[in-house]
């Protein structure tokens, strides 16, 4: 027998549907009602999970195509039962006919919040973290490697550009690079063409980066786990640290806190070996389709690679030639540009494909600043561990997991972008936020060749090019509204947890904003059975997981009044994180204080809880540490 405490997935979709029903009963009438949530309940007995997490979200990405231009949304694309005379789906039918023709063809005017209606329940469980199967596992481990072997190809045109590129300097061939070359529809095979465009992404890196000191950064840890399995402070009990580093960053200077420590610790340094270790190959959980592999550094490597990080940001948020173009910490320009490009069709948006493993070595080397080399050479692994313990030497100049992926990824594309644009306007017109790109359609079909022809993929199904469909940096709109899914990822507990607790109010008040209260009702009704009341935002100011709307009220909890902050108090449940305190030698714990006390980039999550944390009244402690994926939930005075 079903616990009362449990949230059935399908009864959860079919509460969107009585959501549709409400808002739309003028065609989604009750029998529409009644029908298409017996459909869903008889599929989902049939097909399991599976249905919600693959079955629908395979209808949402035909529609999302249909949406785009790619294709008319017939049975041949979707392969679903269709309605009488028609070849639209004949589930959930009466939104799809406010959208397309029955061939399958955009209507002239079609209805933006049906879009909207359809992508919320074909969608809703396409993230769920389902436990993935060895076979998936299998599958990705696979694709990395084949990526890696595709590399060689690439190197091997990347090495002609590069013995062809002085040949072309030397030349003196001095012409800008402007719309007359762009009249060949096959531009981009043009190997002179080519040639121009590595010389004009050379000279706009070699701008950007003409005055960035690689020797002026602030080293720092990263937040996730290192090949070598330091954790917490022995991070900072320095055991190894590659000879490749060192000979670009010397020990002394950037991983001890000063030359007293040089001099006071002078001994024990000499047993620190100098090592160069590989990364690691880890399978972390991502959704439904399977685990996302991240290749995860050495705890020396993380080191320099946060330090250049943080500079590199800086300098393309704040140089002019970027600064409006490249993005690291705010992704609201690349979304309002997503919002932008659906209305008017002006932008579209472009999906690469495993972008940051198809950045290679020759590549970084063929475009960026030759005085930059040893210090991006120095700070990435040579080679990763694999899942079976096998060694692979890495063509690509970072992959995802080190701190250098995000920035050279990004700046590669806008380089390579920019320099190949036919005028000012869609120059000053390319958006960057790492893989995800937005460029004025007109120009669109010659960035994605542009960018094939130097190794990158691109996965033309899911770049918005065509239509007044967009969707970047989790904007996803169509006609200038915004039709972005509720995804739940987190798997619903019976037992209490932080993480479901957390999360699963996080998706509820996403409903309650997008007017779902049925759907609403039913996730609230299902957490009260397991914890009891919940706090809603009128008393909770924030300050603590609450719900947009409770039936709790504030005298169904604890309260008391505080003399010293002159307020009311309330006892609820708050998400703790447990702490850990490691008490390491003086020098090691200063030099933590020197990489850690200081203000991260403004606008990253580091920042914004060192803000918080500022705010509240909590000191930065040298010994204190907070242990991952260990929190629980606590009663505490708020």
């Not at 991070?235 to 950037?254: C, E, G, M």
Request: with cysteine; net charge positive; proline share 5%.
């Amino acid at each position: 027998m079903v616990s009362n405490k449990s949230l059935d997935e399908i009864e959860l979709i079919v509460r969107l549907l009585h959501d549709a029903h409400a808002s739309w009963s003028s065609y989604f009438n009750a029998r529409a009602l009644r029908l298409t949530s017996a459909k869903m309940r008889d599929r989902a007995r049939l097909e399991g999970i599976g249905f919600l997490t693959k079955t629908l979200p395979r209808l949402g990405k035909c529609l999302d195509q249909a949406l785009a231009g790619v294709f008319p949304l017939t049975q041949a694309v979707h392969g679903c039962e269709t309605m009488r005379n028609s070849e639209l789906p004949k589930l959930l039918g009466e939104f799809f006919s406010r959208i397309f023709q029955p061939n399958g063809v955009l209507l002239p005017d079609p209805d933006a919040n049906c879009v909207s209606v359809l992508r919320l329940v074909l969608y809703s469980f396409y993230k769920y973290e389902t436990p993935y199967t060895e076979a998936q596992k299998q599958q990705v481990v696979r694709s990395f490697i084949e990526t890696e072997n595709d590399l060689t190809i690439v190197d091997a045109a990347i090495a002609n550009l590069r013995g062809s590129i002085d040949e072309f300097t030397r030349s003196r061939r001095r012409r800008s690079f402007v719309a007359e070359d762009h009249k060949d529809p096959q531009w981009h095979l043009n190997f002179d063409n080519q040639l121009r465009v590595v010389r004009e992404a050379r000279i706009l890196l070699s701008r950007l980066f003409s005055h960035f000191d690689a020797y002026n950064i602030q080293p720092r840890h990263g937040p996730g786990i290192v090949s070598t399995r330091e954790r917490y402070g022995k991070k900072y009990l320095w055991s190894n640290v590659s000879h490749r580093i060192t000979a670009v960053y010397p020990f002394d200077a950037y991983f001890c806190a000063s030359l007293g420590h040089v001099c006071d610790m002078g001994h024990g340094f000499k047993s620190v070996t100098d090592i160069d270790h590989s990364a690691q190959v880890l399978l972390v959980p991502k959704d439904s389709r399977g685990p996302r592999l991240i290749s995860c550094e050495p705890v020396d490597f993380q080191w320099i690679q946060q330090g250049l990080r943080q500079g590199i940001y800086e300098l393309a948020e704040t140089h002019p030639l970027t600064r409006y173009n490249v993005f690291f910490t705010n992704q609201q320009p690349n979304q309002f540009g997503a919002l932008l490009g659906s209305q008017s069709g002006r932008y579209a948006t472009l999906d690469l494909k495993e972008a940051s493993d198809r950045v290679s070595v020759s590549l970084v080397h063929l475009l960026f600043p030759d005085h930059l080399h040893r210090f991006l050479d120095a700070s990435r692994s040579a080679s990763t561990v694999l899942p079976d313990g096998s060694k692979l030497n890495l063509r690509k100049f970072a992959p995802m997991g080190s701190a250098l992926c995000f920035p050279i990824m990004a700046l590669t594309i806008w380089a390579l972008l920019t320099s190949s644009a036919p005028d000012a306007d869609t120059r000053d017109s390319i958006l960057v936020y790492g893989d995800d790109v937005i460029v004025p359609t007109a120009f669109a079909e010659s960035a994605m060749n542009i960018l094939e022809v130097f190794g990158l993929r691109i996965n033309r199904t899911k770049s918005c090019t065509q239509g007044l469909f967009r969707e970047s940096c989790g904007m996803d709109a169509f006609k200038g509204v915004r039709v972005t899914p509720v995804r739940f990822r987190t798997v619903w507990d019976d037992t209490p947890s932080p993480h479901v607790y957390t999360s699963w109010i996080a998706y509820a008040n996403q409903l309650w904003d997008r007017r779902c209260y049925y759907a609403y009702d039913y996730i609230v009704g299902k957490m009260e059975a397991i914890y009891g009341p919940i706090p809603g935002e009128d008393i909770s100011f924030g300050r603590y997981p609450s719900l947009r709307s409770s039936t709790a009220r504030s005298t169904d909890f604890k309260r008391k009044s505080d003399k010293k902050l002159h307020k009311l108090l309330h006892r609820v449940r708050v998400e703790v994180s447990s702490p850990i305190t490691q008490v390491l030698p003086g020098w090691n714990m200063l030099l933590r204080f020197f990489a850690e006390s200081q203000n991260p980039i403004r606008g990253t999550n580091e920042f914004r809880k060192a803000q918080s944390d500022i705010s509240s009244g909590h000191a930065f402690a040298v010994s204190q540490y907070t242990k991952r994926h260990a929190s629980i939930l606590a009663w505490r005075w708020r």
